[in-house]
C-alpha cells in the first residue's frame, strides 16, 4: 500500500496507525540484522514513528513512504554502530590509561 504524506501531514491518525501497522515489524526485522540487538532494534523504529508524527507537519518526503522508512532506520542503526564504537574506544583508553598510573605495592 501506498502512504499519503499530505494524508499524515494533516494528521490522519488512521493513515498513520495503517502504515505503523504495515511496516513496523519489517522495519524491526531489517534493523535487527544490521544491530544484531532486538530491543535496540524496536526502540529505534519506535523512535522514527515517534519522529515521523511528531514532527509530520515538515514532512517533505520524496519518495515513497516505505523507502523514506528503510533508508531512516539504515541511517539510525549506522549512527548507533559508530556511536558504540566511539564508546568501545573511549573505555579502552580509560582502563588502558587507568593501568598506566596504577602503581606497584
Known amino acids: 500500500m501506498d502512504f499519503s504524506v499530505n494524508k499524515i501531514k494533516d494528521g490522519d491518525l488512521k493513515e498513520f ?6 511496516l513496523y515489524s519489517p522495519l524491526c526485522t531489517y534493523a535487527g540484522h544490521i544491530i544484531h540487538d532486538n530491543d535496540k532494534a524496536e526502540e529505534l523504529v519506535q523512535d522514527i514513528f515517534y519522529g515521523i508524527w511528531k514532527n ?13 522508512l528503510y533508508k531512516a532506520v539504515q541511517n539510525n542503526c549506522l ?5 558504540q564504537q566511539v564508546e568501545e574506544k573511549y573505555k579502552r583508553h580509560i582502563i588502558n590509561n587507568s593501568l598506566e598510573f596504577q602503581t606497584d605495592p
Do not use: C, N, S
Open 17 to 22: 496507525e495503517q502504515l505503523f501497522r504495515e
Open 56 to 68: 509530520r507537519i515538515k514532512l517533505d518526503i520524496k519518495v515513497t513512504f516505505k523507502a523514506y
Open 79 to 83: 549512527q548507533l554502530i559508530q556511536h
